[in-house]
């Protein structure tokens, strides 16, 4: 053995041993982006993502790309890499998704808040303001 | 002419090139669309309420444009514009969110504000019809008082005996008539003034009846027609003096009535005399029935 590396230390020893930890993490599965963007979807299942057309949209869009991520994890370097995307582009859509339901809930919110006022106004003959009703539906449907 | 055909072989290559620069340079349409939401974030509600994250799409829209630059066409480039399209809708998003509780805070605002109106214009329709019940009391008070005086001023004239049911003023047939006659003394009138002024303050819409009554003496038939003719005498001339002629009736009682012993001078006396009877219940009889009533 000696002769094989008679100049190289301990710490050349060291180095070789760096590098092929290195090797080894670049080609490493991306457990952890999935750990992140399955956290993501679930957080976004829970809030009723589904129930809002836009956010159920992009919740599929992550449950989609985690399961093709899923399909790439074990392969080569390339397709490591590509699994890795599409776990990041899971976690946004995820996000996007829970935005879209919180928007969604505070604009019906909004809405209901309105009507009460309108229908006050209306007992008392102070009926003067359904446009604001009108302006609240629709909004942030049109991304 | 051979250096001339190499470069007539070469041009179509050239031209290859080019265009193949010119294609490959062309931005993914991922990129696109995130540099158009990226616009739309940095100029509407996301840069007045999510600022941070309309920075976040920024960064990830310049690391998109640089993979471009670097690589067109490229997955990354493709993968970035992905990341910064959704950045920009997750701006965009979360702004949306903001105006909505803002406008449900606005409501909440308003909602306080009509309730705060109504209650107020209750508090002060209930303050002007307390103050309007209390001037009317006031008043009814006043009136009654009035009216009470006036009929406490006629006992120096006349006879008055009140209770909750009716007032009866009885005058004297002595101090009003002739005996055997239908006309009024001037005496009379001015007590009959009095009588009329204290009348008027019982208000108007109390009803009121003139009985006149006479003593034994003569034929009923007489004794009847005579009261009658006194007792019209002087509902006219309380009406002269502004008592509603709606409001009062004349009634002939003739001799069937009679307050005292007809056997003696003084009864006889008090038997002949006219009784204004005031309604206090409200439109029922004022008096017993059985002669003419006149109007």
């Not at chain 1, 829970?46 to 991520?69: R, S, T």
């Not at chain 2, 909750?164 to 005496?187: C, D, M, N, W, Y």
Request: net charge neutral.
């Amino acid at each position: 053995m000696n002769h094989l590396f008679p100049s190289y230390g301990l710490g050349s020893g060291l180095g070789v041993l760096a590098f092929a930890a290195l090797l080894v993490g670049c080609a490493s599965a991306p457990t952890k982006q999935l750990g992140e963007s399955q956290a993501a979807y679930r957080a976004a299942d829970e809030v009723g993502a589904g129930n809002h057309p836009e956010a159920a949209y992009h919740l599929k869009l992550a449950e989609d790309q985690i399961a093709a991520a899923k399909e790439l994890m074990d392969g080569n370097r390339r397709e490591k890499r590509m699994a890795k995307r599409h776990l990041q582009r899971a976690e946004l859509d995820a996000e996007l998704a829970i935005a879209y339901t919180r928007t969604a809930g505070a604009e019906e919110r909004a809405k209901a808040a309105w009507h009460e006022v309108n229908e006050l106004k209306k007992q008392s003959g102070m009926d003067d303001s359904r446009v604001r009703e009108g302006m609240i539906e629709g909004e942030g449907q049109n991304r | 002419m051979q250096r001339f055909n190499i470069i007539r072989s070469l041009a179509p290559v050239g031209l290859a090139l080019v265009l193949g620069a010119c294609a490959s340079s062309r931005p993914s349409a991922m990129l696109v669309e995130a540099r158009e939401a990226y616009d739309e974030a940095r100029t509407g509600p996301a840069n007045k309420y999510a600022p941070d994250l309309v920075y976040e799409a920024r960064t990830k829209r310049e690391d998109a444009e640089r993979a471009h630059q670097r690589d067109p066409g490229s997955d990354t480039e493709e993968h970035l514009a992905y990341l910064a399209h959704r950045r920009a809708l997750l701006a965009m998003a979360s702004a949306d969110e903001r105006v909505a509780h803002e406008e449900s805070a606005e409501a909440r605002k308003q909602f306080e504000t009509v309730l705060v109106t109504q209650r107020d214009e209750a508090m002060s329709s209930r303050s002007r019809f307390q103050d309007q019940f209390e001037q009317e009391r006031m008043a009814r008070e006043k009136a009654e008082e009035n009216a009470r005086k006036a009929m406490a001023s006629l006992a120096e004239i006349a006879n008055v005996k009140a209770d909750e049911q009716r007032i009866t003023i009885t005058l004297s047939g002595e101090v009003l008539f002739k005996t055997g006659s239908a006309t009024l003394l001037p005496i009379a009138q001015s007590r009959l003034d009095r009588v009329a002024e204290a009348l008027k303050s019982q208000g108007e819409d109390k009803s009121m009846v003139v009985n006149g009554h006479t003593d034994a003496r003569g034929s009923d038939e007489f004794n009847r027609k005579l009261s009658q003719r006194r007792a019209e005498a002087v509902r006219s001339y309380l009406v002269s003096r502004g008592v509603r002629e709606a409001q009062i009736r004349a009634v002939g009682k003739g001799e069937v009535e009679p307050v005292a012993d007809n056997k003696t001078a003084e009864g006889r006396a008090n038997n002949r005399r006219v009784e204004i009877i005031v309604d206090n219940a409200g439109g029922s009889e004022t008096g017993p029935s059985g002669s003419t009533p006149s109007r």
